[in-house]
């Protein structure tokens, strides 16, 4: 490797593992931010969030990388035109794509890379990171007993403590609605004061309640006879042990979310997208055996029979019945249900197809993700020896406003795609497709030296319009 090659590269892979982190923190914070709420206050540990956020970075860096090398480009070739280095190694006599050549083969292992992470690594790092997630969700929130109010948390009981003292542990004026029995309020618990502390290990929330009376409602059926309206229980002392089971942070088994298309490679969403394919045509196939009873009615034979000929013409026509309210009636009913059984069998066939082309959104999805890094190194590069501008200023907008570009256009492909509007490969590719002429352009500029970015070529432009009007 040539020294050139090295100082090249020493260039660039400082901007790139800098904006690699900063763009995958972004993005990561950002998807996080859907999940906040079901994930504060359940007192989890730094271990469970810790696996939840490496999980889901895993999910972020394909997203991350074509914007990273984008910026890191723009900032590296930027940089070298602005302290004209860029200008000194071109005057050498060496062309443009020759100093592109170390960092674009880079790019290129990086593609490469890329694609393989996305297809092997990232599916089994969604099936962990949404199991997990699912598992967070069904945990319930620690509890947060608050003076004055009732905390329903508990399955059965609806808790309310007027004051709480000793952090927490002692407690005064308690009230306890047991509806662990059924009905509503069928037991109710008011003590003076009381003690709550955890025991077996945490799987018990003990209530130690002192000085109280328990209220006990007869209009249940074992009272149902009774005159009296409730029984009264005076207590000095009565310990309560509520089961925490609801609280426990359980694992589900990973298997159960293997069906989703995220957590598939391209051969498990090939499998999946052929066979839904071919369902879809067998439904098509099937449309008109399955819709033909409908038609019995009308298939009847209406040919009658006369010295041991059939009736066929005009002397059928004559021989036909007249038409009555109810037999109307019945082909009007028939028309309806002929209707609604096609509607719904389209609904059907147009809704797997959906689903197909759900799958194979994921397949291209997995090579349009790779192959965009290489096209944002053919937008970067050129670019920023154009602009001759590094830091962070300049290259971030121009990096934001291409990321937006073709983040936008990706979304319509892929909304298109699914919808059927056009074939899945085109929507997933037209991104790239229409960005690979635009990089392509800048490279052809930045090799001839072109001002198209400077201020004094647009003035100059401008000016020779208004001539060519005058």
Known sequence: MKKLDKLILRAFFGPFLLTFTVVEFILLTQYMLKYLDELVGKDLGA???????????????????????LLSSLMTFGSLGEHYELTAIKTSGIALPRILRPVLI?????????FFFNNYVVPKANLKAYSLLWDIRQKKPAMNFKEGAFYNGIPGYSIKVNEKMNEGRTLRDVMIYDHTKGGTNTTVILADSGEMYMDHNDSY????????NTYVDQNNASFRNS????????????????SMASFNFDRTREELFSDNK??????????????????GKREVQMYAPNVDPFYMYFKADTGQV????????????RKLPEPTSETMLLATNKARNIKSFTSSYVE??????????????????????????????????PLGAIIKKGGLGVPVVISIVFFIIMYVMTILGEKWAREGLV????????????????????????????????????????????????
């Open 262 to 279: 995220m957590m598939k490679n391209i051969q498990e969403l090939n499998v999946v997208t052929d066979s839904l394919k071919r369902y």
């Open 47 to 69: 271990e469970v969030f810790g696996e939840l956020l490496f999980y889901f970075s895993i999910n972020m860096a394909p997203v991350a990388l074509p914007l990273a090398v």
């Open 348 to 381: 059907r066939v147009h809704s797997t197809r959906r689903e197909a082309n759900n799958y194979e959104v994921e397949i291209w999805r997995k090579f349009t993700q790779s192959a965009s890094i290489i096209i944002m190194f053919l937008i970067g590069a």
């Open 306 to 317: 006369k010295n041991g000929q059939r009736l066929l013409g005009k002397e059928v026509e």
């Open 227 to 242: 005159n009296e309206q409730f029984v009264r229980q005076e207590f000095d002392e009565s310990k309560l042990m509520l």
């Open 106 to 114: 880079v790019v290129s292992f990086i593609t490469v890379g890329a």
């Open 423 to 470: 074939s899945v490969g085109i929507g997933m590719w037209a991104a790239n497709m229409i960005l690979l002429p635009v990089g392509l352009f800048f490279l052809y500029q930045a090799r001839n030296d072109s001002s198209l970015l400077e201020v004094d070529f647009w003035r100059k432009f401008m000016a020779r319009l208004r001539r060519n009007k005058l």
């Open 205 to 212: 929330l003990v209530l130690e309640l002192y000085d109280g």
